[in-house]
């Protein structure tokens, strides 16, 4: 017995099969059949005979493949189970497969940092080359740098030895300084006091300074004003000098003047030496008469010129006594030159009690202001009648 041929196909959970037998069967055709007429019969028995032959045959064929088909339906099942079982290890393939994926992309992004990090790394060692380089440019500048160093050590240890020789000298002088610093500092607590005490005369001149300053100021004031007050006095001492030149002139002149003066009081003098010989004591004084004709204001100056002055008569005895010694007509010392109506005497007393003539004082033509005597023998007490200033008259002094 040949078993046939069996195909299985597996695609996910899915599962087929396919059987089939394959035999092979001996050909026949009608055309022969036809043709052979003779062997028609002994054909056809002999295809009966094929045909239960083949019956035979086919029916063995069938118990055999039940047989088969049993087998094949347990072996089916087996393979279903195992089918399964591929189906189940497929399944946690599958999910290997996916978590195998995701690990995948992490390392793949774990590869991408660290290509970052390795061209990171990459610059990095360039510029630690570049540096290095330079270090050990620097080093090797270092190193000559260390050797003279060295050599510096060197010289600066024999320095430090002869300095540490110093140092023990200088430890010495430093004990005898310490010894001398304090005397110093005694010394110095006297100069501090001294200090102290120069500081507040300090102080106190500084303030007298101050003052003296501010003294000064103003005596620069005063002397500006004073130089101010020389210019000016400059100036008025050549006005004073143009002035004093002129003055000089007048005195000249005046000289001049004096000359005729004294030679007119020369003249005075005689004339009053005449008048006090025609004069009349009255009391302890003089009364007399001029000889010129002068207006009132000139025969007062005569008056004064001899030291005497108008007369002034307040009493009717002293008028009595004028009228007596005075035969004509002549100026009195009194007027109302300065108010019209209010009379005055020449020592500026004010008419008390007057001796005028009937009608008089009339001031006529209203330029009366100066009063004269009038002598009338039938009248010897009212003889004033007041008259122009400018009249001339004799005048009647009185000394
Ligand atoms: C008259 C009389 C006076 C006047 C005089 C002026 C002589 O007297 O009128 O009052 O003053 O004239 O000459
Ligand atoms: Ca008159």
């Known amino acids: ?4 041929i069996f195909y299985l196909r597996f695609e996910n959970k899915d599962t087929e099969s396919t059987t089939g037998p394959k035999t092979e069967t001996p050909s ?3 055309d022969e059949g036809k043709a052979q007429k003779h062997r028609g019969s002994r054909c056809l028995v002999l295809m009966t005979v094929c045909l239960g032959l083949i019956c035979v045959l086919l029916l063995v064929y069938i118990i055999l493949q039940y047989f088969s088909i049993t087998a094949v339906t347990n072996l089916f099942k087996s393979y279903k189970n195992k089918v399964e079982e591929f189906n189940q290890t497929i399944n946690s393939l599958q999910d290997n497969y996916t978590d195998l994926m995701n690990e995948k992309n992490q390392l793949q992004n774990n590869i991408n940092s660290l290509t970052q990090r390795k061209q990171e790394l990459e610059t990095r060692v360039n510029n630690l080359t570049a540096e290095k380089s330079r270090l050990l440019e620097s080093f090797d500048s270092l190193t000559q740098k ?4 060295e050599t510096r050590v060197n010289n600066l240890t024999a320095e430090k030895s002869q300095l540490q020789n110093s140092f023990n000298s200088l430890s010495q002088k430093k004990l005898e300084l310490e010894t001398r610093v304090s005397n110093l500092t005694a010394e110095k607590s006297q100069l501090q006091s001294t200090i102290n005490a120069l500081n507040q005369k300090k102080l106190e001149l500084e303030t007298r300074v101050n003052d003296l300053t501010a003294e000064k100021s103003q ?8 130089n101010q007050k020389k210019l000016e006095l400059e100036t008025r001492v050549n006005d004073l000098t143009a002035e004093k030149s002129q003055l000089q002139s007048t005195i000249n002149a005046l000289n001049q003047k004096i000359l005729q003066l004294e030679s007119k009081v020369t003249s005075l003098s005689t004339e009053l030496k005449q008048a006090y010989e025609k004069g009349y004591r009255w009391g302890s004084g003089w009364i007399f008469l001029s000889n010129g004709l002068n207006s009132w204001s000139e025969s007062r100056q005569y008056c ?5 002055d108008l007369v002034i008569i307040k009493s009717e005895e002293k008028q009595r006594f004028i009228n007596s010694i005075v035969p004509e007509r002549a100026w009195i010392g009194l007027n109302d030159i300065q108010q019209e109506g209010t009379m005055k005497w020449v020592d500026n007393s004010p008419l008390n009690q007057g001796f005028w003539f009937a009608g008089e004082p009339n001031d006529a033509g209203g330029n009366e202001d100066c009063i004269e005597h009038i002598p009338y023998p039938q009248y010897p007490i009212q003889t004033w009648n007041d008259l122009p200033c400018s009249e001339m008259r004799k005048a009647i002094c009185e000394k």
């Open 304 to 308: 004064r010129n001899i030291g005497a």
């Open 28 to 30: 026949c055709s009608q």
């Open 146 to 149: 260390k050797q003279e160093l």
């Open 1 to 4: 017995m040949e078993p046939g």
């Open 219 to 226: 005596l620069q004031s005063t002397i500006n004003a004073l």
